[in-house]
């Protein structure tokens, strides 16, 4: 409501810019992904916009909207464009992470890995869902052996991590699709060890039992 007053009254232009944004966030903070995507379209078009702080990361602000609203390709500009631009180190580390999303959404997983890699090597941040999506991705362009390598580095690396037991039911099936019987049903015990609770057993069971039936 404050960002609506501000904006129906003649206003100074750097003020009206910053409401015109900080209601599109409002939008997109309750969910409304194509108010908020107009909003920022419109401040990013706002002459007295560029002296804001918050014209540095609107390519990012705009691709999150465009990724919210299933706009993939316009999502991957605007998450190129803010990950070449943005100096603030988390924005343009998660500006990349999303930016290999969208290629990975759109089926494009070569050019998912190269984002997620970039990622990767940005000094510091937690990695574990980059390292499973760019291990993941690897079985999709017909590259199981090193689907395996990067999945047996993850579970290694990544011990405490809310992927764990997605990596390892994806090991056991990868090492299953290779004829790796045995290995296979190891990662599918590692998944239960570690993670009794994980409501992948279930399905980690069947497919123990399928694999017993089928050998």
């Not at 299953?176 to 279930?202: C, D, H, W």
Request: net charge neutral.
């Amino acid at each position: 409501v404050y960002f609506d007053e501000c904006l129906s009254q003649a206003l100074d232009k750097t003020i009206m810019a910053n409401a015109t944004y900080w209601k599109a966030e409002s939008n997109f903070n309750l969910g409304n992904f194509e108010e908020a995507l107009l909003g920022f379209k419109a401040f990013k078009g706002m002459p007295a916009a560029k002296q804001s702080a918050e014209y540095k990361h609107i390519d990012y602000d705009i691709g999150y909207a465009y990724f919210k609203t299933k706009d993939y390709e316009q999502a991957k500009d605007h998450f190129d464009r803010a990950s070449k631009s943005l100096k603030n180190k988390d924005q343009r580390f998660d500006a990349l992470v999303r930016l290999g999303d969208t290629y990975y959404v759109t089926n494009d997983y070569w050019n998912a890995m190269e984002e997620y890699n970039k990622a990767l090597q940005i000094p510091g941040f937690s990695k574990d869902y980059v390292a499973y999506q760019k291990a993941v991705s690897y079985g999709y362009v017909g590259k199981n052996e090193t689907k395996i390598k990067e999945l047996n580095d993850y579970v290694s690396t990544y011990k405490s991590s809310v992927y764990l037991d997605d990596a390892y039911y994806q090991l056991g099936n990868t090492y299953i699709a290779e004829n790796q019987t045995e290995k296979g049903l190891q990662a599918y015990q590692s998944l239960m060890n570690a993670r009794p609770q994980s409501p992948f057993v279930p399905k980690t069971l069947s497919k123990i039992g399928l694999t017993y039936y089928n050998t």
